[in-house]
Nanobody
Framework: VQLQASGGGLVQAGGSLRLSCAAS????????MGWFRRAPGKEREFVAA????????YYVDFVKGRFTISRDNAKNTAYLQMNSLKPEDTAVYYC???????????????????WGQGTQVTVSS
């Protein structure tokens, strides 16, 4: 089972990026997926999550209105559209898939069993 995160890069403040998380090895349809990030010198933190069906989402306050999580179960892929990026969004972003079926958007990292390798997002001022 693998999660491959991609789409990171260098962008100016105010710009946008779209991260993708492609799953392989098994289907994750019905399993919540999430995005987390680790900024330099900081612990990993939750960013956004989406329920197994895609019908529910949850965001941490500092990305609400700027980031949008979505998923395409037919493609076994989750996305994180990031708009109005700020320098403080600079981090390595990780996608994750939950270990159990759920139609809740799970926010705890202990809910997630599978993790991607991370993709670097750098926002310049």
């Amino acid at each position: 089972v693998q999660l491959q995160a991609s789409g990171g890069g260098l962008v100016q403040a105010g710009g946008s990026l779209r991260l993708s998380c492609a799953a392989s090895g098994r289907t994750f349809s019905g399993y919540p997926m999430g995005w987390f990030r680790r900024a330099p010198g900081k612990e990993r933190e939750f960013v956004a999550a989406i329920s197994g069906s895609g019908g529910s989402t949850y965001y941490v306050d500092f990305v609400k209105g700027r980031f949008t999580i979505s998923r395409d179960n037919a493609k076994n892929t989750a996305y994180l559209q990031m708009n109005s990026l700020k320098p403080e969004d600079t981090a390595v972003y990780y996608c994750a898939a939950a270990f159990r079926l759920s139609d809740y958007a799970l926010t705890g990292d202990r809910d997630y069993a599978y993790w991607g390798q991370g993709t670097q997002v750098t926002v310049s001022s």
